[in-house]
């Protein structure tokens, strides 16, 4: 019996998560965002405004895919995204994100 998903395919996954997740990184610093990893409990932080400063807030103690998760929410957000230069894999996993 086969696995459902090989090795290969979870590495592939995870490659693909840590590079959106520093593509994503990058992006948000372009649009002004301070990245700020935290240890946060159960939350799982998201975009903020401290002193006029705007901030999008990881919890460090998740997985990269949940800090993915809350990048691309908060990128997603903004309608300043549209016009920034991205890869396709990102602009798809922006576009499938609910404003």
């Given at each position: 019996?086969?696995?459902?998903?090989?090795?290969?395919?979870?590495?592939?996954?995870?490659?693909?998560?840590?590079?959106?997740?520093?593509?994503s990184?990058?992006?948000?610093?372009?649009?002004?965002?301070?990245?700020?990893?935290?240890?946060?409990?159960?939350?799982?932080?998201?975009?903020?405004?401290?002193?006029?400063?705007?901030?999008?807030?990881?919890n460090?103690?998740?997985?990269?895919?949940?800090?993915?998760?809350?990048?691309?929410?908060?990128?997603a957000?903004?309608?300043?995204?549209?016009?920034?230069?991205?890869?396709?894999?990102?602009?798809?996993?922006?576009?499938?994100?609910?404003?």
């Amino acid at each position: 019996m086969e696995p459902l998903i090989s090795r290969k395919d979870c590495g592939d996954r995870m490659s693909d998560t840590l590079g959106l997740l520093e593509e994503s990184r990058h992006l948000a610093h372009q649009l002004g965002y301070e990245i700020c990893e935290e240890s946060l409990g159960d939350l799982p932080g998201g975009p903020c405004r401290v002193g006029g400063h705007e901030r999008i807030l990881l919890n460090v103690d998740h997985a990269p895919a949940e800090q993915l998760a809350v990048l691309i929410a908060a990128l997603a957000a903004d309608p300043r995204v549209i016009g920034e230069p991205k890869s396709r894999l990102l602009a798809e996993r922006l576009a499938q994100t609910d404003r």
